[in-house]
């Protein structure tokens, strides 16, 4: 049973850093496509960051192209978000979920079958 906890969120003033993690508690990461959503108050949940679990091809929205960088790491089934040069823009609850089927496109929401709590962002300016 996948089983995802995030950790990392806070408060954070514009151009700072915060790295995200997402661990899979039931360890049974295997084949599966893991992504990062957020979603600000009052908006859709949108696509952040994705990466194969296999092989490790990353994907990326264009508003944190650059400035962010997915990872994973297998011995510890976790899976990182690194994010530097934040902005005001990024304040969101930030989602880690896993896809185990790859039937859509990484971006879509739908496609993650799995979803953790969420964990806060807010960026000051």
């Known amino acids: 049973q996948v089983q995802l906890v995030e950790s990392g969120g806070g408060l954070v003033q514009a151009g700072g850093s915060l790295r995200l993690s997402c661990a899979d508690t039931?360890?049974?990461?295997?084949?599966?496509?893991m992504g990062w959503f957020r979603q600000a108050p009052g908006k859709e949940r949108e696509f952040v960051a994705a990466i194969n679990w296999i092989g490790g091809n990353t994907y990326y929205a264009d508003s944190v192209k650059g400035r962010f960088t997915i990872s994973r790491d297998n011995a510890d089934n976790t899976v990182y978000l690194q994010m530097n040069s934040l902005k005001p823009e990024d304040t969101a609850v930030y989602y880690c979920?896993?896809?185990?089927?790859?039937?859509?496109?990484?971006?879509?929401?739908?496609?993650?079958?799995?979803w953790g709590q969420g964990t806060q962002v807010t960026v000051s300016s």
């Open positions: 039931g360890r049974t990461f295997s084949n599966y496509r």
């Open positions: 979920a896993a896809d185990p089927y790859f039937s859509m496109p990484y971006s879509y929401p739908l496609a993650y079958k799995y």
